[in-house]
């Protein structure tokens, strides 16, 4: 008769932990160890075999003795303190997010949650190209977001550096401090770029709404001759380089510059605003376009000749029957417009003047002339406003999806 260790959560026999579990987590444990011991002053070596140490014999007193809520806190606590001994304060911040990594690593294996999301006969094979998938997929994202992890600590230096200070990197309060948020919210250098961008990019997202809605309900009709090639057309900004879409809005617009000054009498500054929305409005026209259609697909038709057989016509049937459904298209394209027209930087400088600098203009002039960590700053609150905007833009998504499912048919 085998004997089975004590587990509060299930009795498990041993020799499975010591054949699996137990050497995956000490490969894990070295791997978070090297990173750790990196940072300590450890040898790579070193590094390795002590987190390997360390995350085998947590692994056995955890899955033995603990269930996965209190195991999980525990080595949490003992990484941090671990850490702590390394490294003092910054070392125990490290230790809390490697030992809430292996605390996960340790339940995951041995409760055989890996194999969460496949068929019970599925093969090891297909388990392994599962979770490797879904690693994959974790370090694609955290390629993306790395740079962006980076931006928002600078930004709250004490310092006019572009690096991490040793008093940064000891998290002492000395090193970080709010002055590059107050230059940005007090300095006129920076006010009159963002009014501009409040003002231009507004504008020119109602201009990308209005056409881009029109063009993709006008595109969804079947009977539309050649809708293919103007659908392409009409979305060739967001395939044509920027820089090649932006030398020929130079010399379109600047001839309608010269038309709005020397025959309509409106001022040079007035005609720069109305080309730049122009321009950035032809930028979000196609990101409209693409969401409105993606909406328009699953849109029941017949709900439009119903009203029509009511008697509405068509301007009631588009306000009352259509555009409550693809609103969350119309919406998110005019959130996507939005970001688009706030952050682009190429069309504006050239197509408009001084009186148009936007505010990435006013970045890439920082960068350009003087290195100024106020940029940082700037950089984290359009990182914060585009995120806001991308979650309203995925709740928006979510509620189309069910106002599909509602419609008939």
């Given amino acids: 008769m085998s004997s089975v260790a004590f587990n509060p959560e299930q009795g498990r026999p041993l020799h499975p932990f010591i054949a699996f579990t137990l050497p995956l ?23 390795f075999v002590f987190g390997a140490v360390i995350a085998a014999v947590l692994a056995f007193v955890l899955t033995r003795f603990f269930a996965r809520g209190p195991g999980r806190w525990l080595a949490t606590v003992v990484c941090a303190a671990l850490g702590f001994a390394a490294g003092g304060f910054p070392g125990a911040v490290g230790g809390i997010i490697l ?15 890996y194999r969460r999301g ?8 297909q388990v392994l190209w599962h979770n490797s998938f879904k690693f994959i997929c974790g370090a694609i994202f955290f390629f993306l977001i790395a740079p962006i992890i980076t931006i928002i600590p600078l930004s709250f230096n004490a310092q006019d550096f572009f690096t991490f200070t040793p008093e940064m990197l000891a998290l ?12 940005f919210f007090s300095n006129d ?7 501009n961008s409040l003002i231009i990019a507004p504008f020119a997202t109602v201009i990308s709404v209005t056409l881009g809605t029109l063009a993709a309900i006008g595109l969804s009709q079947s009977h539309v001759p050649g809708r293919r090639a103007i659908m392409a057309v009409l979305i060739s900004p967001m395939i044509v380089p920027l820089i090649i879409s932006a030398t020929g809005m130079f010399f379109f617009y600047s001839q309608m510059g010269l038309f ?7 001022s040079k500054t007035l005609s720069g605003y109305i080309k730049v929305i122009l321009a950035h409005a032809a930028l979000g026209v ?8 993606a909406t328009l697909v699953s849109f029941d038709q017949s709900l439009t000749r119903a009203a029509a057989n009511m008697g509405a016509n068509p301007v009631t049937t588009f306000f009352k029957i259509q555009m409550p459904l693809i609103l969350p298209g119309v919406i998110s394209g005019g959130l996507f417009a939005f970001i688009t027209s706030f952050d682009e930087v190429v069309v504006v400088l050239f197509v408009g003047a001084a009186a148009q600098k936007t505010l990435p203009w006013q970045m890439f002039t920082g960068l350009r002339e003087q290195i100024s960590p106020t940029i940082l700053a700037v950089a984290t609150i359009l990182v914060i406003v585009s995120i ?18 509602m419609s008939p048919g």
Avoid: C
């Fill in 25 to 47: 987590v000490a490969v894990f444990g070295g791997l978070l160890g090297f990173i750790g011991g990196q940072a300590a002053g450890l040898g790579p070596l070193e590094g």
């Fill in 99 to 113: 030992g809430a990594l292996l605390g996960w690593a340790i339940y995951w294996l041995y409760r055989g949650d």
């Fill in 118 to 125: 496949v068929p019970v006969y599925a093969t090891s094979g």
């Fill in 172 to 183: 002492d309060p000395a090193g970080y401090s709010l002055k590059h948020y107050a230059d």
């Fill in 189 to 195: 250098a920076w006010l009159q770029p963002l009014k």
């Fill in 260 to 266: 709005m000054e020397n025959y309509l009498g409106i």
């Fill in 286 to 293: 196609p990101f409209v376009i693409i969401t409105v259609t």
């Fill in 388 to 405: 806001t905007l991308l979650t309203v833009v995925e709740l928006l998504r979510r509620r189309s999806e069910r106002l599909r499912g």
